[in-house]
């Protein structure tokens, strides 16, 4: 059983920024990172493949958040990153971390993940 651990989260004045990490316990084809405010439907925000070969590295964002966020990995310490910057008020969102063993082609719908972390909370004031 994988497990994944988020960690960097916290509450920021809109325009500033906040690095999320996360741990896997075990290799993956593809990790993201999505996000889910109060009453609302958990969205994807990037994906990254990590597996070898010539889909390694691929990443893949929201158009809500291209140019922003920069998600990436570090396969040999089993570690995702998401580099967010020019954070909005409409940001704030509890963000998790995803894991799945076959590559991405893009951020892909929440149920196409297999694993799960706990969450980092972000929250971003006007």
């Known amino acids: 059983l994988m497990q994944l651990v988020e960690s960097g989260g916290g509450s920021v004045q809109a325009g500033g920024s906040l690095n999320l990490s996360c741990e896997a316990s075990?290799?993956?084809?593809?990790m993201a990172w999505f996000r889910q405010g109060p009453g609302k439907e958990r969205e994807g925000v990037a994906a990254?493949?990590?597996?070898?070969?010539?889909?390694?590295?691929?990443?893949y964002y929201d158009d809500s958040v291209k140019g922003r966020f920069t998600i990436s990995q570090d396969n040999a310490k089993r570690m995702m990153y998401l580099q967010m910057n020019g954070l909005k008020p409409e940001d704030s969102a509890m963000y998790y971390c995803?894991?799945?063993?076959?590559?991405?082609?893009?951020?892909?719908?929440?149920?196409?993940?297999?694993?799960w972390g706990q969450g980092t909370q972000v929250t971003v004031s006007s």
């Open positions: 995803a894991a799945r063993r076959t590559y991405c082609s893009g951020v892909h719908d929440a149920d196409s993940y297999l694993f």
């Open positions: 075990e290799y993956s084809y593809c």
């Open positions: 990254i493949n990590i597996g070898r070969g010539n889909r390694g590295g691929l990443t």
